[in-house]
């Protein structure tokens, strides 16, 4: 993999390079290497299979160059160009090249990023064991997820009093799927704003595992995600073999509005796909947000609050410095039900302050709310996995907090006393356009009948799905859990620290049987 230090000089020399064409008034470098190792499970009891399969590596870097063209008595223009695999003067040249003839009027365009007065607090973070793996620890990782779930599955009293003999125990189905993979990053960015190259390395490790006992119809999930490779254990194969067993026996609920538990996954579901996306300056910009207009108000039920924070050492989801080459840092989104900042990073936030419409979209006026508009989330996320060099800043969340006061599972149970605990949504969407906040999800896993303030017999998979408005939802917070864990979704770049959350009047569908075998 790329050097650090072979990135830092690809991003000066560079730099130094695009600075000497007349035609250039401001330029940006930025140098990103990747390295993703993956090994997938595959385990099934009734079909043969390999347990641990298609252990495999990943790796790309390049470089990209971003130029505001122009000159006297011309329009100034914005390109954007990139070079795969050549991080030389050569690899340089070529993405200017491609930026030149992609070159395009942008009036919304103000600068390039610059110093917003915060300083980096995040530095040496990154696993030295993960950034020199070998193929046999990545092997080992595999099975040390596995066979947690298999052992569970093994000794399960529930599994063995369903067979005659323990040696019948594969006759049930048992599957265990998922993958664990680790992730390496480093980048180093430069312009003419910020001529000293900033560069950050980050590693984590994430599984994410999905169990069966498929003769019962029964399925469970298990997650963990950390920064570096002593920490992760059995702990993923293990939670979701046993969520899978405890979903032995599930029934079919009715239509109707419940008090609902929602377990961390869904939690993330909801957030992840619906709640964070209206959080973002861009969306603001759009109109999109169903959040439009109410900066500085009150959004959600006291109980709630948001923090996205990006620099805190440890948590799965923090970077030293943003792909702007700005720090990270703590942005609070809701406080107390109240929204007081959003997700930016620094193009949108500029575009923001300047728009002519900023105070009807927003509900205040962006010069008195600046520090509402930090720009702590301009990340070049991609692909599930890395920094990529090819792609231009978004806006992305780090690590998402929600602070509680509910001790613990058992505890949020009481409170309800009888509802639906939620563990886990699929197909999360927003209905009739993000702005109105309607949304769906299946629940697909990891569900109990909540009654006298414990948790009860399992829902069946795929008999609800909810059908709801994420403001609906925010405000009918009753309760949230003290403890929280990082949560993973398919393909998103964010974690969560989800918690538990209680919710009143929560929609769910029953869902037809003929569709539930479909």
Request: charged share 25%; with cysteine; glycine share 10%.
């Amino acid at each position: 993999m790329i050097t650090l230090n072979d990135l830092k000089k690809a991003a000066e020399e560079g730099l130094a390079f695009l600075k000497q064409q007349d035609d250039i008034e401001e330029a940006e470098v930025y140098a990103s290497a990747n390295g993703i190792l993956l090994t997938r499970l595959n385990y099934t009891s009734h079909i043969p299979c390999n347990g641990v399969e298609e252990p495999k590596s990943v790796e790309n870097y390049g470089i990209g160059v971003q130029c505001v063209f122009g000159g006297k008595g011309t329009a100034v223009r914005i390109g954007f160009g990139s070079e795969t695999s050549d991080i030389s003067l050569d690899g340089v040249r070529s993405a200017l090249e491609k930026a030149r003839k992609g070159a395009s009027d942008d009036p919304e365009f103000v600068s390039l990023a610059r110093p917003a007065g915060e300083k980096r607090k995040l530095f040496d973070y990154a696993d030295p064991s993960i950034t020199n793996i070998k193929d046999d620890a990545l092997s080992e990782a595999g099975w040390r997820v596995l066979n947690g779930g298999l052992r569970v599955f093994e000794t399960s009293e529930s599994l063995n009093n369903l067979v005659a003999m323990p040696e019948k125990l594969p006759e049930l189905g048992l599957i265990i799927g998922g993958d664990v993979t680790f992730i390496h990053e480093r980048m180093a960015v430069a312009s003419t704003a910020m001529p000293e190259p900033q560069t950050d390395e980050s590693t984590l490790v994430m599984s994410f595992i999905t169990s069966m006992v498929e003769n019962e119809g029964a399925k469970g999930s298990g997650y963990q995600a950390t920064t570096t490779l002593a920490g992760l254990t059995d702990e993923a194969g293990k939670e979701a073999a046993q969520n899978a067993i405890a979903g032995i026996g599930g029934v079919r609920l009715k239509t109707g509005d419940y008090t609902v538990v929602f377990g961390r996954e869904a939690v993330m579901e909801i957030l992840h796909y619906i709640l964070m996306p209206g959080l973002d300056a861009a969306t603001f910009y759009a109109s999109a947000s169903p959040f439009m207009g109410k900066l500085g108000q009150k959004v959600a039920s006291e109980k709630l609050t948001i923090v996205d924070d990006g620099s805190v050492k440890g948590l799965v989801g923090s970077k030293g410095i943003t792909d702007e080459g700005l720090p990270t840092g703590r942005t609070e989104l809701i406080k107390d039900g109240v929204l007081v900042g959003l997700l930016t990073n620094w193009y949108e936030s500029q575009r923001l302050a300047n728009d002519p419409n900023a105070k009807e979209k927003l509900g205040v006026d962006p010069a008195d709310w600046k520090h509402a508009l930090v720009p702590r989330n301009g990340f070049r996320y991609a692909r599930g996995g890395g920094r990529h060099f090819d792609a231009q800043p978004g806006i992305h969340p780090t690590n998402v907090l929600l602070p509680g006061d509910i001790e613990n599972t058992e505890a949020i149970c009481k409170l309800v006393g009888n509802g639906i605990y939620i563990g886990r949504l699929w197909y999360t969407y927003a209905v009739n356009g993000m702005r109105a906040g309607d949304f769906t999800g299946t629940v697909v896993a990891d569900s109990y009948v909540i009654r006298d303030g414990k948790l009860a017999e399992p829902v069946r998979p795929n008999t609800l799905r909810i059908s709801d408005n994420v403001m609906n939802v925010m405000n009918n917070v009753i309760g949230v859990t003290k403890e929280s864990k990082p949560v993973l979704v398919w393909a998103a770049d964010e974690i969560v620290y989800a918690p538990e959350m209680a919710v009143k009047n929560v929609h769910l569908d029953a869902i037809a049987e003929y569709m539930e075998a479909l």
